[in-house]
């Protein structure tokens, strides 16, 4: 009745597990990707070094970064075939139920990659599906402006290629801001992998059936889209914008959310495991402050972001349920300020946990001892009911 489960052994059907890949104690506010605290990684790492650390578990050696740098930049293309399927959707598709379908069709375009026999195949699925996801999200938000989808470059960087493709035009070449790639670069290291959230869970779960890499991570990207998970990003600007164009005091709208009949939620507040704050958001909210003063651009979505965090940590409604600011609620700021449109939030988030969706869906597919998810449930329908004539229903 607590909706609480007990740690089954193994991969249980309790739909608990036990996992090496990151490690959070949610009353410290601790968050560790392979036993390295986050706050060294974003100060010293890049999204690209970590993704390898959260999928293999050890930091790449040089040799390793440079060829799977390599892999990304020569896999970034979508072959034709991949190409026509995402030319089928209309342009006011979502990105997110876009990205879905690519990531399902890649396996049927490169069924090579389904058969997964050792880390050495392990990193060229990874390397294609992650650079493929960065070329599908940036040519998502070209079809939906009606410009043309921008082909990556091969002599740039991960996410250097990733504004290369969303915001050059033709004969105007986007050179992204140094601050920007910093940003951005911070932003997905931050989103890589994070224990069994929604989406995670969701991709262990169908990769407990033995499906491909491909399809348990497409079924990440449908948990990620909900607002109390990856859409949140999202919930958080509208929910902001809101404040601002309502002209309505921080303290009212803050009046409003503790009346539960207006079933409203402090977005971007809150989390199932951090009774603390999420560290992420300490880091991103340093970095959006940084980059704003560095590009000397003022927002003022991030005066009242911190308006409502101030606002939030004076009020015992919320600290009493130890409601903090969760990775979510800095990140929209970081993103307007880039440039991403709102509706591309999700997709970046998505982006971002690529290696840790693909890291536990390693973990089971390595492991010979793993079962099929098979969550149990307390019954509470009808017993003893029988079959009526429809004349008489
Ligand atoms: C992510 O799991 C992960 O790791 C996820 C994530 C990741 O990296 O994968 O960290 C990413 O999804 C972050 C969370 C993003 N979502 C939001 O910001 C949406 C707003 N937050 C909430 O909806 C909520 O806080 C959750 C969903 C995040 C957590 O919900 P819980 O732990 O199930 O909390 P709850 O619903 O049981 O609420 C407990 C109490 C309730 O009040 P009472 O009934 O006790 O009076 O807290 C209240 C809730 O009403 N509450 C909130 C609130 N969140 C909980 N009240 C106002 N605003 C909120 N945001």
Known sequence: ESGYITLDEGYGNTG????????????????????IPIEELAEKSSFIEVAWLVIFGTLPSKADRD?????????????????????????????????????????????????????????????????????????????????????PRYDMRYVENFLHMMFTVPNRPYEPAPEVAKALNLFLLLHADHEQNCSTSTVRMVASSQANMFASCAAGVC???????????????????????????????????KDKDSRLRLMGFGHRVYKNFDPRSKILKKAADDMLEQMDVDDPLL??????????????????????PNVDFYSGIILRAIGIPVDMFTVMFAMGRMPGWIANWKEIHDDPKSRIYRPRQIYTGPVDQHWVPRDER
């Open 16 to 35: 608990s597990c036990r996992s090496a890949i990151t490690y959070i104690d949610g009353d410290q506010g601790i968050l560790r990707y392979r036993g």
């Open 67 to 151: 060829r799977f740098s390599d892999l990304l930049s020569e896999h970034s293309a979508l072959p034709t075939g991949m190409l026509k399927h995402f030319e089928g959707f209309p342009p006011s598709a979502h990105p997110m139920a876009i990205l879905s379908a690519m990531i399902n069709a890649q396996s049927a375009y490169e069924p090579g990659l389904m058969q997964i026999d050792d880390d050495a195949s392990l990193e060229v699925a990874a390397a294609r599906l992650m650079s493929k996801v960065r070329t599908i999200a940036a040519a998502s938000y070209k079809s939906s402006v009606g410009q043309p989808i921008m082909h």
């Open 223 to 257: 948990a990620l889209w909900g607002p109390l998970h990856g859409g949140a990003n999202v919930a958080v600007i509208e929910m902001l914008e809101f404040i601002k164009e309502s002209g309505m005091p921080v303290s009212e709208y803050m009046e409003k959310v």
């Open 303 to 324: 005066h009242i972001a911190l308006e409502v965090e101030a606002a939030a940590l004076a009020d015992d409604y919320f600290v009493e349920r130890k409601l903090y």
